[in-house]
């Protein structure tokens, strides 16, 4: 009877650890792995894609995944700052550089090889037509990524600029500027007028005609184009461009309570679009004095940045971003009211430190105060946008000073839409990105070009 127990026993355990029963066991342990990765899965993309989306933003869920993918790009950029000592914006560069990746430098099918190479010390990505014409000059275009000034590069902006220059089939410089907070400006603004400057003077070396170059960017990238079409456009050694073209510009720094930034903040909250208004008050500071600072950034969130005295006088910049200026469609109810001698708020310290830099036209284009001869613009416009007032005051004031000017608002699209987003295409950065096409082929001649 005791062996008979004994042996049962035995059979038990061994069985126990049969094959079939450790398959089994092995097969429920991947499972619950399955279950907990996949729950884990689901909170990840309820938090990450769990963003504010007004019901008139076009492509909504794509916006979500887009706004989801940076989110989670700044949540891992910051994770590695705390375990390395590389600060978070370097992290979030490098991390964005790896995401996007540039084309080859010749692609099959297409007509444009690129280039990596230096105009005057600036680093560029040049794209040009491998068959032209012979002995005719073309035309050409200069383009500025954005990213705030401390984001972005010529690299990351390939999918972009490749496009443009086999849309044109034209010679098209990207400039790779430096960024903020390690090169703050000028550098940025000197980098993208050198190269300018230096392609212009060298011109004929690509069979480009210097009489038809135009310049565009978008976001910081658009303030860079203005401020540098500014500069040659006042140089008497140099030809005008052919225009410049800005896509959702970053144009002044003296009201940081527009109707749009006023709105956006209402639909969005501070921290709910793709560029928080926390983070452009960050940017700002590394863009202005290489590093953060924090009584800059709340004052500048807080519309305390400038100071009472000069908001009550009879300055002329203020009436460069005077709110009756927009259309009345864009002066929604959440619009901020001009500040009076009751509730006027300052900081007088940031205001004093700050002055030269916020009303200076090489920094902030809107604050140049001659409009009039300007190259003809490009400017769009979109609907939720905190920064959407920006471009709307530089289009008026160029039309009102008699410069040609084609201003597009286009409703339903976000700061950071146009043309191919990677991975997704908007509807409305489509749009954008044809209108913006046909208007630089009409100001380069390219139909010209084309016909004879």
Request: proline residues 6%.
């Amino acid at each position: 009877m005791m062996i008979h127990l004994w042996q049962r026993d035995r059979s038990i355990h061994q069985n126990r650890g049969s094959p079939q029963r450790m398959k089994h066991r092995t097969n429920m342990g991947r499972g619950a792995t399955l279950v907990i990765v996949m729950f884990l899965g689901t909170i990840l993309a309820a938090h990450y894609l769990n963003s504010p989306t007004p019901e008139g933003l076009e492509n909504p869920w794509k916006y979500r995944c887009f706004v989801g993918g940076k989110r989670m790009v700044t949540d891992i950029a910051n994770f590695l700052s705390l375990l390395t000592s590389s600060p978070f914006i370097r992290n979030f560069r490098n991390l964005m550089d790896f995401l996007v990746q540039p084309h080859p430098f010749e692609v099959d099918g297409s007509n444009i090889r690129a280039t990596i190479t230096h105009f005057n010390g600036v680093k560029v990505r040049l794209y040009q037509p491998i068959n032209r014409k012979p002995g005719t000059l073309g035309p050409a275009l200069v383009f500025t990524h954005g990213g705030a000034f401390c984001i972005g590069s010529a690299s990351s902006y390939d999918m972009v600029t490749r496009r443009i220059a086999e849309e044109l089939d034209c010679v098209v410089v990207s400039v790779d500027y430096r960024l903020a907070p390690e090169h703050p400006y000028p550098a940025a603004y000197h980098d993208t007028l050198n190269a300018s400057k230096w392609f212009i003077d060298h011109a004929h070396e690509f069979m480009v005609d210097r009489s038809r170059i135009g310049i565009a960017g978008d976001s910081a990238g658009g303030t860079l184009a203005a401020a540098v079409a500014h500069t040659i456009h006042d140089a008497t050694d140099y030809p005008d461009l052919s225009f410049h073209a800005l896509i959702y510009p970053f144009t002044q720094l003296l009201d940081s309570h527009t109707p749009a930034t006023v709105l956006s903040e209402h639909l969005f909250g501070q921290d709910g679009s793709i560029v928080t208004w926390r983070e452009a008050a960050m940017f700002c500071s590394f863009y202005l004095l290489g590093r953060s600072d924090h009584r800059f950034e709340k004052a500048l969130l807080q519309n305390k940045h400038i100071s009472a005295e000069f908001r009550l006088s009879n300055a002329p910049q203020l009436q460069y971003v005077n709110h009756s200026l927009l259309p009345l469609d864009m002066l929604m109810d959440y619009a901020s009211q001009p500040l009076t001698t009751e509730d006027a708020l300052e900081d007088i310290d940031t205001w004093t430190k700050f002055k030269d830099m916020i009303l200076d036209p090489r920094i902030f284009p809107l604050m140049r105060t001659d409009f009039s001869g300007l190259p003809p613009a490009f400017v769009s416009t979109v609907e939720y946008d905190a920064v959407r007032d920006h471009g709307a005051f530089y289009a008026v004031r160029l039309r009102d000073a008699g410069t040609p000017v084609r201003w597009v608002h286009y409703d339903g699209g976000f700061h950071g839409v146009f043309g191919p987003s990677w991975p997704f295409v908007f509807n409305v950065g489509e749009k954008m990105f044809q209108d913006f096409i046909a208007f630089a082929k009409e100001h380069l001649q390219i139909d010209m070009d084309i016909n004879t």
